[in-house]
C-alpha cells in the first residue's frame, strides 16, 4: 500500500512510543504526533485508530488495556537483520535520504519507511554517511521538480511563467518532454506551442506553472531532443538573424600532463577521442564532436593554463579575447 509523506512522519512517532513500555490513549499518541511533527491540529481518532490498523496489517501485536496501546512485543515491520545486512541497509537508508528532495522520490515514502522499520532505526539518530553525492538542497528551481515530473508522465500541456536574469517576463505554451541536471541547475525540455519549437528554459527563473489547456499536448518526436546528444550542459544555441542552430563541429584541444590524466579518466563528453599521434610526454590532444555553447566554453576554461584550444579558430579566437580581458581586469 502506498503512503504519503504525512502517513509517513506519523508512522516514525507512533512507532517510537508505542515501542514504550508505558502505553498511550489514542489522544495521548495523537498530541504526540502533534507536538514532534509540528502539527496545528491533533490527528483525529480516525486517523490514530488507521494507523494502529496499518501496523497490525504487518503483524505487529497492539496491546489495548484501558485505552491504552503499546506493542505487546518488539515490534519492527520486517523483523531484524543480520549484521552484514544492517550495515548495508544503514547505507543504503543514507543513499536514499541524499535523493529525498528528487521527484522520482517523491510517492516512495513507504519504501523509505520499511528501510527504517525493516533495520530497526531510531529516526531521530544520525545515520553514518559513507557515500556523498554533490547536491544543492538550496537550489531556487527545485520546488517546480514534482509538478514538470508529474506534468511530463501525465502529458498535460503547461503555461510557464518565465522571468529571466533581466527581470523580462515571458509566458511560454510548452508540452514537456524531459527533465535534465547540469552542475545542480536543472532545465525542462519541450515544445513551444507559439513558437513551434523545442524550448529549453531553467528551473531557477520559473516563476509560476498553470496548465495550458488551450493548447493539445505535442508528442514528443524521434529527432526533437536529438541535439542532447552533440552538446555539454545545456543550451542548443539559436541564431535569431541567421535563423539557424550551432553546427555540429570538430573540437580538438591540448592538454598538458598530468592535468589531461583528469580527462582521460573522465571524459568531457561521449564523443572523446585521444589523437595518439600528436600526444607525447608533455601533452594530450583530444578531439569532440560537439555543437558550440556557453556551457562548453566554461568547461574548457575550468582547466586555465593546463589546456589550449587548437581548433576551431572561432573558438581559439574567442578565448584569446577572454583571456585577455582578463589580463585587463588583474591590471596586466
Not at 7 to 36: I, N, P, W
Not at 41 to 58: E, G, Q, V, Y
Not at 122 to 131: A, F, G, L, R, Y
Not at 253 to 259: E, G, H, N, T
Amino acid at each position: 500500500m502506498k503512503i504519503n509523506q504525512k502517513q509517513f512522519e506519523r508512522y516514525k512517532v507512533l512507532h517510537k512510543h508505542l515501542s514504550k513500555s508505558q502505553g498511550k490513549t489514542h489522544k495521548e499518541l495523537a498530541k504526540c504526533c502533534m507536538d514532534e511533527l509540528a502539527l496545528p491540529t491533533c490527528p483525529s481518532r480516525r486517523t490514530i485508530m488507521l494507523d494502529l490498523a496499518f501496523f497490525r496489517s504487518h503483524e505487529a501485536e497492539i496491546s489495548c488495556i484501558n485505552g491504552y496501546y503499546k506493542f505487546a512485543k518488539p515490534f519492527s515491520l520486517y523483523g531484524l537483520l543480520d549484521p552484514d545486512e544492517l550495515k548495508l541497509a544503514n547505507e543504503i537508508k543514507a543513499l536514499f535520504s541524499q535523493y529525498a528532495q528528487l521527484p522520482q522520490i517523491s510517492g516512495l515514502e513507504d519504501i523509505h519507511l520499511q528501510i527504517e522499520e525493516r533495520i530497526n532505526i531510531d529516526s531521530t539518530s544520525k545515520p553514518e554517511v559513507i557515500v556523498s553525492f554533490e547536491q544543492n538542497n538550496i537550489y531556487t528551481g527545485q520546488k517546480h521538480l514534482i509538478a514538470l515530473y508529474n506534468a511530463i508522465k501525465a502529458k498535460k500541456t503547461l503555461k510557464i511563467h518565465f522571468q529571466d536574469f533581466s527581470k523580462s517576463q515571458k509566458a511560454y505554451s510548452i508540452s514537456p518532454y524531459m527533465l535534465k541536471e547540469y552542475h545542480n541547475r536543472w532545465h525542462v525540455y519541450g515544445y513551444e506551442h507559439k513558437k513551434g519549437k523545442i524550448y529549453n528554459l531553467a528551473l531557477d527563473r520559473i516563476l509560476a506553472i498553470d496548465e495550458a489547456s488551450i493548447f493539445k499536448y505535442r508528442e514528443q518526436k524521434a529527432g526533437d531532443l536529438a541535439f542532447l546528444n552533440d552538446i555539454i550542459g545545456f543550451t542548443y544555441l539559436y541564431d535569431a538573424e541567421t535563423e539557424t542552430y550551432a553546427a555540429l563541429e570538430s573540437v580538438k584541444i591540448k592538454v598538458d600532463l598530468p592535468r589531461a590524466n583528469y580527462i582521460r579518466t573522465k571524459p568531457l563528453h561521449h564523443s572523446q577521442q585521444e589523437l595518439s599521434k600528436e600526444t607525447n610526454e608533455t601533452h594530450v590532444v583530444f578531439t569532440y564532436q560537439l555543437r558550440f555553447n556557453n556551457e562548453l566554453f566554461a568547461k574548457l576554461l575550468e582547466f586555465g593554463k593546463d589546456l589550449e584550444i587548437v581548433e576551431p579558430r572561432h573558438l581559439r579566437d574567442k578565448m584569446i579575447v577572454h583571456i585577455q580581458e582578463m589580463a585587463k581586469k588583474y591590471g596586466i
